[in-house]
């Protein structure tokens, strides 16, 4: 496995791979793997010649006061655990690599980034597209697989490469869980015992509209209102949204059905901020 901290490097591989008919996936990441991570690599090694996993804590995506300090970090845990997945190359730059003195450029998409995270978040998606957008130019992988716990993201960068023309097939994988139903997540290994329980308010809250739509209850407003009720019976949570959303544009509906996302963002004991998202009602085929 290649180990490629610089930017030109990483690019002369790439190219070297692209040239011998290879093609290649990217698996964008910010590290401290767990196995929602490795099944992305898997599905990436399962339709590409080559993966390159980036490993890359991406400043630019995280507001003055959220958990850039705190965010999880260990390049020889991570190495360790990609030794027995299909992983050619791995991309860890620095932040002064990625953005060196004078950068001054930004990609912005707008509209689908103004919902859900884009609300209490303003800068977080400029973050995601640009840094997206020098991975791909420098990786210039055939596609790329992302999760879709990160929903918002995912729709983002679909409409990134839609606008762009970017050559790039997008993937998106499920969300993999926990035995207890937490969506995995690197932030999860903050949460202490007591606010274990908590996290959970997420993935029940699913499970609560789930069950509602089931018994006939399309209203938003009813459904939001018994999901608010629900997590904040969990002590220590606090709601940044509860919204029932169209699943590719983003927008917020009124009624539910089968092209309905829930879309949840909760704070647990104000330190740790969780997502999970799900379709309400099951889809035509599924």
């Known amino acids: 496995m290649n180990i490629f901290k610089e930017p030109g490097e990483m690019h002369a591989w790439a190219r070297k791979q692209t040239l011998a008919g290879k093609t290649i996936a990217l698996v964008p990441t910010m590290g401290f793997f767990h196995e929602g991570h490795i099944a992305l690599m898997r599905l990436a090694a399962s339709r590409y010649d080559l993966v390159v996993v980036s490993l890359f804590v991406n400043p630019t995506q995280f507001g003055p006061n959220e958990d850039l300090d705190r965010y999880p970090r260990d390049f020889e845990r991570d190495m360790v655990l990609l030794k027995g997945e299909k992983v050619a190359a791995v991309f860890a730059p620095t932040p002064e690599e990625m953005y060196p003195p004078g950068f001054q450029t930004e990609v912005q998409v707008r509209t689908v980034t103004t919902h859900l995270c884009g609300?209490?978040?303003?800068?977080?998606?400029?973050?995601?597209?640009?840094v997206v957008t020098k991975l791909f130019n420098i990786v210039q992988p055939d596609g790329a697989v992302f999760g879709e716990k990160d929903?918002?993201?995912?729709?983002?960068?679909?409409?990134l490469v839609s606008d762009l023309n970017i050559p790039v097939k997008i993937i998106g994988h499920p969300i993999v869980r926990e035995a207890d139903g937490l969506a995995m997540s690197s932030r999860n290994t903050n949460l202490d015992p007591a606010n274990r329980a908590a996290a959970l308010s997420l993935s029940g809250a699913l499970r609560m509209a789930r069950e509602m739509a089931g018994r006939g209850q399309t209203s938003v407003a009813e459904l939001q209102e018994a999901l608010e009720n629900y997590i904040l019976s969990f002590s220590a949570t606090a709601i940044d949204y509860v919204s029932f959303v169209d699943c590719d544009s983003l927008e917020p509906v009124t009624r539910v059905d089968e092209r309905t996302v829930l879309a949840l963002a909760v704070h647990v004991d104000g330190k740790v901020r969780l997502i999970d998202n799900g379709y309400v009602m099951p889809r035509t085929g599924e």
Do not use: E, K, N
Not at 119 to 130: D, E, I, L, W
Not at 151 to 159: C, G, N, S, Y
């Open 119 to 130: 609300r209490s978040r303003p800068h977080h998606f400029a973050g995601v597209t640009t």
């Open 151 to 159: 929903f918002q993201q995912l729709a983002v960068i679909r409409r």
